[in-house]
Protein backbone atom coordinates (compact mmCIF):
# COMPACT_ATOMS: atom_id res chain seq x y z
CA UNK A 1 0.00 0.00 0.00
CA UNK A 2 3.07 2.42 1.04
CA UNK A 3 4.73 1.79 -2.36
CA UNK A 4 1.38 2.29 -4.07
CA UNK A 5 0.38 5.62 -2.60
CA UNK A 6 3.65 7.06 -3.18
CA UNK A 7 3.79 6.50 -7.34
CA UNK A 8 0.32 7.68 -7.02
CA UNK A 9 1.38 11.23 -5.95
CA UNK A 10 4.81 11.25 -7.55
CA UNK A 11 2.52 11.03 -10.60
CA UNK A 12 0.05 13.38 -9.40
CA UNK A 13 2.58 15.99 -8.13
CA UNK A 14 4.59 15.67 -11.65
CA UNK A 15 1.56 17.71 -13.04
CA UNK A 16 0.92 20.13 -10.28
CA UNK A 17 2.34 23.51 -9.95
CA UNK A 18 5.64 24.19 -8.28
CA UNK A 19 4.13 25.91 -5.34
CA UNK A 20 1.80 22.79 -4.75
CA UNK A 21 2.04 21.08 -1.28
CA UNK A 22 1.40 16.82 -1.77
CA UNK A 23 2.39 16.41 2.16
CA UNK A 24 0.60 19.08 4.48
CA UNK A 25 -1.55 19.28 7.73
CA UNK A 26 -5.08 21.89 7.71
CA UNK A 27 -2.78 24.09 10.23
CA UNK A 28 -0.08 24.78 7.86
CA UNK A 29 2.34 22.36 9.34
CA UNK A 30 4.02 19.47 7.68
CA UNK A 31 2.54 16.19 8.77
CA UNK A 32 5.26 14.20 11.57
CA UNK A 33 4.16 10.83 9.96
CA UNK A 34 3.87 11.19 6.52
CA UNK A 35 7.32 13.64 5.81
CA UNK A 36 8.89 10.38 4.62
CA UNK A 37 6.30 10.22 1.60
CA UNK A 38 7.72 13.64 0.74
CA UNK A 39 11.29 12.80 -0.11
CA UNK A 40 11.15 11.87 -3.45
CA UNK A 41 9.94 15.70 -3.95
CA UNK A 42 12.53 18.26 -4.64
CA UNK A 43 10.62 20.55 -2.28
CA UNK A 44 7.43 20.35 0.09
CA UNK A 45 5.36 23.54 1.07
CA UNK A 46 2.95 24.64 3.23
CA UNK A 47 -0.23 26.61 3.27
CA UNK A 48 -2.59 28.88 4.95
CA UNK A 49 -6.04 26.86 6.55
CA UNK A 50 -8.49 29.00 4.13
CA UNK A 51 -5.91 27.68 1.51
CA UNK A 52 -6.17 24.17 2.92
CA UNK A 53 -9.80 24.50 2.98
CA UNK A 54 -10.02 25.88 -0.81
CA UNK A 55 -7.81 23.10 -2.11
CA UNK A 56 -9.67 20.47 0.13
CA UNK A 57 -13.25 22.27 -1.76
CA UNK A 58 -11.82 21.83 -5.52
CA UNK A 59 -10.22 18.55 -5.30
CA UNK A 60 -6.83 19.72 -5.56
CA UNK A 61 -5.47 17.93 -2.71
CA UNK A 62 -3.37 14.64 -2.92
CA UNK A 63 -2.82 13.78 0.82
CA UNK A 64 -4.33 15.61 3.01
CA UNK A 65 -5.18 15.39 7.04
CA UNK A 66 -8.13 15.95 8.87
CA UNK A 67 -10.92 14.14 11.50
CA UNK A 68 -14.25 13.71 12.21
CA UNK A 69 -16.49 13.49 15.29
CA UNK A 70 -19.34 11.25 14.92
CA UNK A 71 -22.61 13.04 16.28
CA UNK A 72 -24.53 9.93 16.35
CA UNK A 73 -23.79 6.43 17.28
CA UNK A 74 -24.57 4.45 14.46
CA UNK A 75 -21.51 2.97 11.59
CA UNK A 76 -23.29 4.70 8.87
CA UNK A 77 -21.91 8.06 10.76
CA UNK A 78 -18.64 7.07 9.11
CA UNK A 79 -18.96 5.23 6.22
CA UNK A 80 -20.50 8.12 4.63
CA UNK A 81 -17.63 9.90 4.45
CA UNK A 82 -16.81 7.55 1.88
CA UNK A 83 -19.96 7.78 -0.03
CA UNK A 84 -19.80 8.92 -3.64
CA UNK A 85 -22.39 11.37 -4.11
CA UNK A 86 -21.02 13.06 -1.00
CA UNK A 87 -18.01 14.26 -2.30
CA UNK A 88 -16.35 17.76 -1.62
CA UNK A 89 -15.14 18.59 -5.00
CA UNK A 90 -18.06 17.30 -6.64
CA UNK A 91 -21.11 18.42 -4.37
CA UNK A 92 -19.35 20.08 -1.52
CA UNK A 93 -20.43 16.87 0.63
CA UNK A 94 -18.37 15.36 3.88
CA UNK A 95 -16.43 13.17 1.19
CA UNK A 96 -13.25 14.81 1.39
CA UNK A 97 -11.17 12.41 0.40
CA UNK A 98 -13.48 12.13 -3.13
CA UNK A 99 -13.92 8.50 -3.31
CA UNK A 100 -16.27 6.73 -5.04
CA UNK A 101 -16.94 3.08 -5.81
CA UNK A 102 -19.97 1.82 -7.29
CA UNK A 103 -20.36 -1.24 -5.21
CA UNK A 104 -19.33 0.71 -2.12
CA UNK A 105 -22.08 3.32 -2.96
CA UNK A 106 -24.76 1.07 -3.73
CA UNK A 107 -24.40 -1.21 -0.06
CA UNK A 108 -24.23 2.03 1.59
CA UNK A 109 -27.77 3.38 -0.33
CA UNK A 110 -28.99 0.01 0.99
CA UNK A 111 -27.57 -0.15 4.52
CA UNK A 112 -28.49 3.24 5.90
CA UNK A 113 -32.26 3.08 6.27
CA UNK A 114 -32.27 -0.83 7.30
CA UNK A 115 -32.91 -1.78 10.80
CA UNK A 116 -30.37 -3.14 13.15
CA UNK A 117 -30.00 -6.69 12.07
CA UNK A 118 -27.44 -9.65 10.57
CA UNK A 119 -28.07 -8.88 7.60
CA UNK A 120 -27.46 -5.07 8.02
CA UNK A 121 -24.24 -5.73 9.50
CA UNK A 122 -22.85 -7.84 6.87
CA UNK A 123 -23.52 -5.48 4.32
CA UNK A 124 -21.22 -2.87 6.91
CA UNK A 125 -18.87 -5.37 6.89
CA UNK A 126 -18.54 -5.67 3.20
CA UNK A 127 -18.67 -1.89 3.42
CA UNK A 128 -15.62 -1.81 5.79
CA UNK A 129 -13.60 -5.10 3.92
CA UNK A 130 -14.14 -2.34 0.35
CA UNK A 131 -12.80 0.55 2.10
CA UNK A 132 -10.10 -1.34 3.28
CA UNK A 133 -9.12 -2.71 -0.06
CA UNK A 134 -9.29 0.48 -1.49
CA UNK A 135 -7.78 2.14 1.18
CA UNK A 136 -9.32 6.37 0.73
CA UNK A 137 -7.79 6.82 4.09
CA UNK A 138 -4.57 6.09 5.95
CA UNK A 139 -6.05 4.07 8.96
CA UNK A 140 -3.35 3.93 12.18
CA UNK A 141 -5.15 6.64 14.84
CA UNK A 142 -7.39 5.21 17.85
CA UNK A 143 -7.80 7.63 20.10
CA UNK A 144 -8.51 6.63 24.02
CA UNK A 145 -9.45 8.53 26.66
CA UNK A 146 -10.05 8.25 30.42
CA UNK A 147 -11.65 9.47 33.09
CA UNK A 148 -12.89 9.06 37.05
CA UNK A 149 -16.56 8.40 38.31
CA UNK A 150 -17.39 8.04 41.32
CA UNK A 151 -19.58 5.24 42.66
CA UNK A 152 -22.72 7.26 43.18
CA UNK A 153 -22.82 8.56 39.55
CA UNK A 154 -24.85 5.70 36.83
CA UNK A 155 -26.26 5.27 34.38
CA UNK A 156 -22.73 6.82 32.11
CA UNK A 157 -21.16 5.43 29.05
CA UNK A 158 -18.51 7.43 28.25
CA UNK A 159 -17.86 7.77 24.32
CA UNK A 160 -16.71 10.20 21.97
CA UNK A 161 -20.13 10.34 20.00
CA UNK A 162 -22.98 11.54 22.54
CA UNK A 163 -23.15 14.65 23.50
CA UNK A 164 -25.50 14.84 25.41
CA UNK A 165 -25.84 12.29 27.83
CA UNK A 166 -26.04 14.79 31.09
CA UNK A 167 -29.43 14.50 30.80
CA UNK A 168 -29.22 10.45 31.33
CA UNK A 169 -27.22 10.34 34.47
CA UNK A 170 -28.32 9.18 37.49
CA UNK A 171 -27.26 9.79 41.13
CA UNK A 172 -27.59 8.02 44.12
CA UNK A 173 -27.97 10.78 46.58
CA UNK A 174 -27.98 8.34 49.57
CA UNK A 175 -24.84 7.10 48.90
CA UNK A 176 -22.86 10.25 47.83
CA UNK A 177 -23.98 11.68 51.50
CA UNK A 178 -23.03 8.91 53.68
CA UNK A 179 -19.56 8.50 51.37
CA UNK A 180 -19.05 12.36 51.99
CA UNK A 181 -19.98 11.46 55.88
CA UNK A 182 -17.16 8.67 55.94
CA UNK A 183 -14.42 10.61 53.77
CA UNK A 184 -15.10 14.01 55.68
CA UNK A 185 -15.16 13.30 59.19
CA UNK A 186 -13.57 16.07 61.41
CA UNK A 187 -9.96 15.86 62.58
CA UNK A 188 -9.97 17.87 66.03
CA UNK A 189 -6.61 16.78 67.09
CA UNK A 190 -4.65 19.00 65.23
CA UNK A 191 -6.62 22.08 65.90
CA UNK A 192 -6.51 20.59 69.98
CA UNK A 193 -2.82 20.46 69.64
CA UNK A 194 -2.32 24.39 68.66
CA UNK A 195 -4.54 25.45 71.47
CA UNK A 196 -2.42 23.59 74.07
CA UNK A 197 0.81 24.86 72.35
CA UNK A 198 -0.83 28.44 72.41
CA UNK A 199 -1.38 28.07 75.92
CA UNK A 200 2.17 26.42 76.45
CA UNK A 201 3.67 29.36 74.79
CA UNK A 202 1.69 31.54 76.54
CA UNK A 203 2.50 30.59 80.26
CA UNK A 204 6.14 32.27 80.52
CA UNK A 205 4.64 35.37 79.14
CA UNK A 206 2.08 35.47 82.03
CA UNK A 207 4.38 34.24 84.82
CA UNK A 208 7.08 37.38 83.46
CA UNK A 209 3.92 39.76 83.56
CA UNK A 210 2.71 38.94 87.21
CA UNK A 211 6.60 38.83 88.49
CA UNK A 212 7.00 42.53 86.95
CA UNK A 213 3.39 43.55 88.38
CA UNK A 214 4.27 42.11 92.19
CA UNK A 215 7.71 43.89 91.92
CA UNK A 216 6.20 47.19 90.88
CA UNK A 217 3.77 46.64 94.29
CA UNK A 218 6.72 46.52 96.69
CA UNK A 219 7.31 49.01 98.74
CA UNK A 220 10.20 51.79 98.00
Not at 123 to 152: C, F, N, Q, T
Amino acid sequence: MRSMLIDWVRNSVSTASPSWVPVVRGDGVPMNGMTGWARPFSAVATCTWPDYLERLKLGHNQISRGHWAADYPDPENFLFLLYGPQSRSRSQGENASNYANPEFDALFEKMKNMPNSPERQRVIDRMVEIARRDAPWIWGIHPKEYSLRHSWLSNDKPNNMARNSIKYLRLDVDKRAALRREWNRPVLWPAGLILLLLIGSAIPAVVSYRRRERMAARPA
